[in-house]
């Protein structure tokens, strides 16, 4: 009971929950979950740009369309390699609420809340990523996670420094 209601607090306040793995049931999950947070870090940090004058943010907004085009390119090419069929993406429900909350903000009110989201969003791409590179039942896409997880860990350390 006490596990639960600290991650019901953490959950209420906004914070991401420790990246506890759990890779999704199947390869297409996967993919699926892969593609879609790539679309929304794609889809917030062209909504920033739009709006944004701190170069930090700026700077961090157009490197997540760099890497997170280059992420999409790779998980559609391990999912090639094992034939596992790629729908096009779709943002997750919070996600979409996520990008909703977005266009609401501007000024530095966007920014803050660019980056606020943008914490919560890669911890869970984290634990998305290395938990398939972890458990994954696809060797193709087990070493796509493994390949993307640093990167995402990477932008992780850059977040915490703004």
């Given at each position: 009971?006490?596990?639960?209601?600290?991650?019901?607090?953490?959950?209420?306040?906004?914070?991401?929950?420790?990246?506890?793995?759990?890779?999704?049931?199947?390869?297409?999950g996967y993919v699926a979950a892969a593609g879609a947070g790539d679309l929304y870090e794609r889809q917030s940090s062209q909504l920033v740009l739009q709006t944004?004058?701190?170069?930090?943010?700026?700077?961090?907004?157009?490197?997540?369309?760099?890497?997170?085009?280059?992420?999409?390119?790779?998980?559609?090419?391990?999912?090639?390699?094992?034939?596992?069929?790629?729908?096009?993406?779709?943002?997750?429900?919070?996600?979409?609420?996520?990008?909703?909350?977005?266009?609401?903000?501007?000024?530095?009110?966007r920014d803050a809340a660019y980056v606020a989201q943008q914490k919560t969003a890669h911890q869970k791409a984290l634990a998305l990523h290395r938990g398939y590179?972890?458990?994954?039942?696809?060797?193709?896409?087990?070493?796509?996670?493994?390949?993307?997880?640093?990167?995402?860990?990477?932008?992780?350390?850059?977040?915490?420094?703004?």
């Open positions: 009971m006490k596990a639960v209601s600290i991650a019901m607090m953490a959950a209420v306040a906004g914070f991401a929950a420790p990246a506890v793995a759990q890779a999704p049931a199947t390869p297409a944004t004058a701190d170069p930090k943010v700026r700077s961090f907004a157009q490197m997540m369309l760099t890497d997170h085009a280059k992420s999409t390119a790779q998980v559609k090419a391990a999912a090639a390699r094992a034939k596992v069929p790629v729908a096009p993406p779709k943002l997750m429900p919070d996600q979409s609420k996520m990008i909703a909350d977005l266009r609401a903000q501007s000024g530095t009110a590179a972890d458990a994954g039942t696809s060797a193709p896409l087990k070493a796509a996670a493994a390949g993307i997880a640093p990167v995402v860990q990477h932008h992780i350390e850059m977040l915490n420094a703004m």
